[in-house]
Nanobody, 116 residues
Framework: QVQPVESGGGLVQAGGSLRLSCAAFGRTFRVGWFRQAPGKEREFVGLITWSGGNTYYADSAKGRFAISRDNAKKTVDLQMNSLKPEDTAVYYC????????????WGQGTQVTVSS
């Protein structure tokens, strides 16, 4: 198993969009996206199951964020639209290798900064 790698972070104005990508390797049951803002605890953003492609989102992400996967490339993308300054955080992807299990592998994170 290899640690996932995130990419695509950056600086964007409020109302703009960013697309993050997570390259995942090895056994993958589901991939989750999390974020952590300065001085705050890490929070769940959303997830996708690898085989069925089912997605689930935190309330803060519903309607604005979308998670998709590319089986061939073994990547999972987080499309973020209508970004707000409160979306500013380090975004992490994480891999769970078994159903019902915790996330076993975490990426190093990518910074997303939304200016007002």
């Amino acid at each position: 198993q290899v640690q996932p790698v995130e990419s695509g972070g950056g600086l964007v104005q409020a109302g703009g969009s960013l697309r993050l990508s997570c390259a995942a390797f090895g056994r993958t049951f589901r991939v989750g996206w999390f974020r952590q803002a300065p001085g705050k605890e890490r929070e769940f953003v959303g997830l996708i199951t690898w085989s069925g492609g089912n997605t689930y989102y935190a309330d803060s992400a519903k309607g604005r964020f979308a998670i998709s996967r590319d089986n061939a490339k073994k990547t999972v993308d987080l499309q973020m639209n209508s970004l707000k300054p409160e979306d500013t955080a380090v975004y992490y992807c994480a891999i769970a290798t078994v159903a019902g299990g915790d996330y076993d592998y975490w990426g190093q994170g990518t910074q997303v900064t939304v200016s007002s």
